[in-house]
């Protein structure tokens, strides 16, 4: 829901990272280009923004 602060695998700090992937990849970069671009090399880290899912939208309707 909301975006990683640090990658569950090797603790490596991605919350600066997830707003520069999406406008990567908005822009019609791939996925790998754009990793390459943020210097993030590590499997385990590029999954935690491949697989991050937003749903903070949907959530924020059932708020009573």
């Known amino acids: 829901m909301i ?3 640090r990658c569950f695998s090797c603790g490596k700090s991605l919350a600066g ?3 520069d992937f999406k406008v990567r ?3 019609g970069e791939t996925n790998e280009d754009a990793f390459k671009g943020m210097g993030i090399s590590r499997y385990c880290c590029r ?3 491949l ?3 937003e749903l903070i939208d949907d959530v924020m ?3 009573t």
Do not use: C, G, Q
């Open 3 to 5: 975006t990683p602060i």
């Open 17 to 19: 990272h997830y707003e």
């Open 25 to 27: 990849t908005k822009k």
């Open 47 to 49: 999954r935690m923004l």
């Open 51 to 53: 697989t991050h899912v």
């Open 61 to 63: 309707r059932y708020n």
